[in-house]
């Protein structure tokens, strides 16, 4: 299913009286662990995750490193052979501040390119607290959330439970199996991202989002066109520690597949090295 479609059907049924989705995410929660998840202070899971750029893929393995209330980091290793050092990217935040640098043995920490701090950090504190969203069944501490029950929906053949999930800046929805009450989808939209047509027959490809313009860009482009579906698919669950999450992530843009995780590597409460949020680094 279209997440076009996904989404206009969530809207049509979003005219009934709003409900208290507290039922919904409470069985959500006690599938993915329960009591469990209330131990959880530091965690890690890690594999593989799958960029794909038109026709081009690459592969990179990464892990996502988070040490409860307000610290997390993606560490991604591109690279290691004997032409390409290896390079470790660190994308995340510390408190408020972000957490940005790239790391390789054979060149010296680069000083990170910040241009505003609290847009950055705000991006990150986004990225990840859907996540947690969806592996905790509730809303981080750094990242506020409200929700709304809309009733009962169907994705891709199978029954799920819908909830509009609601930020300062951006409203989305949660799909839940209705069967398992395991997180299913997670759907928001985003405005475009604009850039200038770098040649005249354009560029080889078209990334999902990226709308390509004649000359200069101007701040209001993006806001003059249709705004781009995202969706973040969940599967795989498998239960360890007690602890049931996804090992599969997809996500999609324009209905396009642009990234694909695979977590084969789950720890809970591990010993992490606080230089990895290291955020004057």
Same mark, same amino acid.
């Not at 640098?101 to 705000?122: E, G, L, M, Q």
């Not at 995202?230 to 992530?249: C, H, V």
């Given at each position: 299913?279209?997440?076009?479609?996904?989404?206009?059907?969530?809207?049509?049924?979003?005219?009934?009286?709003?409900?208290?989705?507290?039922?919904?995410?409470?069985?959500?929660?006690?599938?993915?662990?329960?009591?469990?998840?209330?131990?959880?202070?530091?965690?890690?899971?890690?594999?593989?995750?799958?960029?794909?750029?038109? #026709?081009?893929?690459?592969?990179?393995?990464?892990?996502?490193?988070?040490?409860?209330?307000?610290?997390?980091?993606?560490?991604?290793?591109?690279?290691?052979?004997?032409?390409?050092?290896?390079?470790?990217?660190?994308?995340?935040?510390?408190?408020?501040?972000? =957490?940005?640098?790239?790391?390789?043995?054979?060149?010296?920490?680069?000083?990170?390119?910040?241009?505003?701090?609290?847009?950055?950090?705000?991006?990150?504190?986004?990225?990840?607290?859907?996540?947690?969203?969806?592996?905790?069944?509730?809303?981080?501490?750094?990242?506020?959330?409200?929700?709304?029950?809309?009733?009962?929906? /169907?994705?891709?053949?199978?029954?799920?439970? +819908?909830?509009?999930?609601?930020? #300062? #800046?951006?409203?989305?929805?949660?799909?839940?199996?209705?069967?398992?009450?395991?997180?299913? =989808?997670? +759907?928001?939209?985003? @405005?475009?991202?604009?850039?200038?047509?770098?040649?005249?027959?354009? @560029?080889?490809?078209?990334?999902?989002?990226?709308?390509?313009?004649?000359?200069?860009?101007?701040?209001?482009?993006? +806001?003059?066109?249709?705004?781009?579906?995202?969706?973040? #698919?969940?599967?795989?669950?498998?239960?360890?520690?007690?602890?049931?999450?996804?090992?599969?992530?997809?996500?999609?843009?324009?209905?396009?597949?642009?990234?694909?995780? /695979?977590?084969?590597?789950?720890?809970?409460?591990?010993?992490?090295?606080?230089?990895?949020?290291?955020?004057?680094?």
């Amino acid at each position: 299913m279209k997440l076009s479609l996904l989404l206009a059907g969530i809207i049509s049924i979003a005219l009934a009286p709003a409900q208290n989705a507290d039922g919904v995410l409470a069985a959500m929660r006690a599938a993915l662990g329960g009591d469990a998840l209330n131990d959880v202070k530091t965690f890690t899971i890690g594999g593989t995750v799958e960029r794909r750029f038109g #026709e081009r893929t690459m592969t990179f393995t990464a892990d996502l490193t988070c040490q409860l209330p307000d610290k997390c980091v993606r560490r991604t290793r591109q690279g290691g052979g004997m032409a390409i050092p290896a390079t470790t990217i660190y994308e995340g935040f510390s408190g408020d501040d972000p =957490v940005l640098r790239r790391d390789s043995p054979r060149r010296p920490p680069a000083a990170p390119n910040v241009p505003d701090p609290a847009i950055t950090t705000s991006r990150f504190k986004g990225e990840f607290g859907r996540l947690q969203l969806v592996l905790f069944g509730a809303a981080p501490v750094t990242y506020p959330l409200q929700f709304v029950s809309i009733g009962p929906n /169907r994705f891709e053949g199978r029954a799920v439970d +819908a909830i509009e999930v609601k930020h #300062e #800046e951006f409203t989305a929805k949660l799909l839940v199996d209705a069967a398992t009450h395991l997180p299913a =989808v997670f +759907a928001w939209t985003t @405005p475009p991202v604009v850039l200038s047509k770098p040649l005249p027959d354009g @560029p080889p490809y078209a990334l999902p989002g990226v709308v390509y313009v004649p000359g200069p860009v101007t701040p209001d482009m993006a +806001a003059s066109l249709p705004l781009v579906e995202n969706q973040l #698919e969940f599967s795989a669950f498998k239960t360890s520690d007690g602890i049931t999450w996804p090992r599969r992530i997809l996500k999609r843009v324009q209905g396009h597949i642009t990234e694909a995780w /695979r977590l084969e590597t789950v720890k809970i409460n591990p010993r992490v090295d606080p230089r990895w949020f290291d955020a004057s680094r």
